[in-house]
């Protein structure tokens, strides 16, 4: 039997959280500001939603628009006050001026999780040379999702390379799961399934109406049924 797909989606109250759960997801990316793609979300948020589902929460480290770091002393403040409040897993990335990974602030942040799992995020798809990002943070602690699309300009461009990537699993910097979103459709599901990849993350699609609307049930709900199909039954649909 095939292991179960993760569906995780993009959570940025306890009505969207609520809907998320209800419609299948597995995992919850808590952000604000959508504007700015996503930033992080205040303790008292963070609190209300886990209050209200049971599923894992993930929660972004990001303060301002952008892939640097900015005031890293300011995301670890950020990182510790969600810590105090119990989040328990997170989701990061940081970029230097050239497009490479700025390791001294992503090391930094990680020190003040104690361990806690972590996602790198769409960072990835931004950076010069993503393999080379990948080598350099092999070994960092918790480190066990990438979340990508594969290209900047988000799956239709990128899945090439989510294809290639996910024929390397095992190699060093590859065994991380890769959690794929950004412009992701359920079209594009049975290719990625049947080269082995898991992980799903979506947003708009969620969200039928909208960003200024909440999370539909349906719309995670059928998500949810599509990855659930086998893997074969994905593909003769498709």
Partial sequence: ?????????????????????????????????????????????????????????????????GFAAGDVERVVRAAR??????????????LDADGGVDLGAVERVVGELDGCRWTFHRAIDRAADRDALRKQ?????????????????????????????????????????????????????????SAGLDAFHIGGAARPGGWDAPVSVAAVREWRRSLDLPRDAELVRS
């Fill in 81 to 94: 006050e969600l810590r105090d409040a119990g989040a328990e897993e997170f989701v990061l990335g940081f």
């Fill in 137 to 193: 943070l092999d070994g960092v602690p918790g480190l066990d999702t990438y979340l990508t699309a594969g290209s900047a300009s988000g799956v239709d461009d990128g899945l090439p390379t989510l294809l290639a990537e996910a024929a390397r699993r095992g190699e060093s910097g590859y065994d991380q799961q890769v959690m794929v979103g950004g412009g992701l459709r359920l079209d594009h599901v049975p290719r990625l399934r």
């Fill in 1 to 65: 039997m095939s292991k179960r797909a993760v569906l995780e989606v993009i959570a940025l109250d306890v009505e969207d959280a609520v809907a998320a759960q209800a419609g299948g997801a597995d995992r919850l990316e808590l952000v604000t500001e959508m504007a700015a793609d996503g930033l992080t979300p205040s303790a008292a948020t963070f609190t209300g939603i886990r209050a209200a589902v049971d599923i894992a929460l993930r929660v972004m480290l990001r303060l301002t628009d």
